[in-house]
Nanobody
Framework: VQLQASGGGLVQAGGSLRLSCAAS????????MGWFRQAPGKEREFVAV????????YYADSVKGRFTISRDNAKNTVYLQMNSLKPEDTAVYYC???????????????????WGQGTLVTVSS
């Protein structure tokens, strides 16, 4: 299984970026797909997740209203549209896959069986 994240870069505060994560080696349409991030010196944290069908989504409070997760099962790709970026959004962003998305532990890293390599997002003030 490979999850290849891309789209990171340097952007000014208030700007936008769209991250992509291309999956291979798994039946993509059966997996919930999530995004996490890890800032320097901090633990990895949940950002957003979408169920296999796209009917269920959850977001971290810190990104609600600014970030949007979406997926294209025909392209085996999940996206994270990030708007109104803030310096505190600076982090390495990781995509991850899990079989079921539920309302209880969608933020738990341990429930995600596959991880991508990460893409760096830097937001300047």
């Amino acid at each position: 299984v490979q999850l290849q994240a891309s789209g990171g870069g340097l952007v000014q505060a208030g700007g936008s970026l769209r991250l992509s994560c291309a999956a291979s080696g798994l039946t993509f349409s059966r997996y919930g797909m999530g995004w996490f991030r890890q800032a320097p010196g901090k633990e990895r944290e949940f950002v957003a997740v979408m169920s296999w069908s796209g009917s269920i989504t959850y977001y971290a409070d810190s990104v609600k209203g600014r970030f949007t997760i979406s997926r294209d099962n025909a392209k085996n790709t999940v996206y994270l549209q990030m708007n109104s970026l803030k310096p505190e959004d600076t982090a390495v962003y990781y995509c991850a896959a899990r079989l079921f998305v539920d309302s209880i532990d969608y933020q738990s890293l341990r429930r995600y069986g596959y991880w991508g390599q990460g893409t760096l997002v830097t937001v300047s003030s």
